[in-house]
Nanobody
Framework: QVQLVESGGGLVQAGGSLRVSCAAS????????MAWFRQVPGKEREFVAA???????YYADSIQGRFTISRDNARNTAYLQMNSLKPEDTAVYYC???????????????????WGQGTQVTVSS
């Protein structure tokens, strides 16, 4: 049974930084392609960033240059380093994973079989 557990969310002032983590367990999680999505109440869950098992990364335009996704395969953990945070980055951040992600579908929620429970990130102005 594959499990994804996020941690590291919290409250930060605008312009600050925060790092959220996603620990994967079960299956062959070290070979999963992993991603971060975020969601605010009343809106669709949106893609933030993805990192393939080989290390290739992909970012949403809205966070390009401010966020960095990475992974530690030895710890089966993915990270999202968020810098220069803005109030509009406030959301619940979800980790997602799949055994074989296709680049053309990485922004689609349907492409991911596994999801974490989410962690709240709040950026105050």
């Amino acid at each position: 049974q594959v499990q994804l557990v996020e941690s590291g969310g919290g409250l930060v002032q605008a312009g600050g930084s925060l790092r959220v983590s996603c620990a994967a367990s079960g299956g062959t999680s070290s070979r999963f392609d992993m991603a971060w999505f975020r969601q605010v109440p009343g809106k669709e869950r949106e893609f933030v960033a993805a990192v393939f098992s080989g290390g290739y990364t992909y970012y949403a335009d809205s966070i390009q240059g401010r966020f960095t996704i990475s992974r530690d395969n030895a710890r089966n953990t993915a990270y999202l380093q968020m810098n220069s945070l803005k109030p509009e980055d406030t959301a619940v951040y979800y980790c997602a994973a799949d055994e074989r992600l296709i680049l053309s579908s990485i922004k689609s929620r349907a492409a991911y079989h596994y999801w974490g429970q989410g962690t709240q990130v709040t950026v105050s102005s």
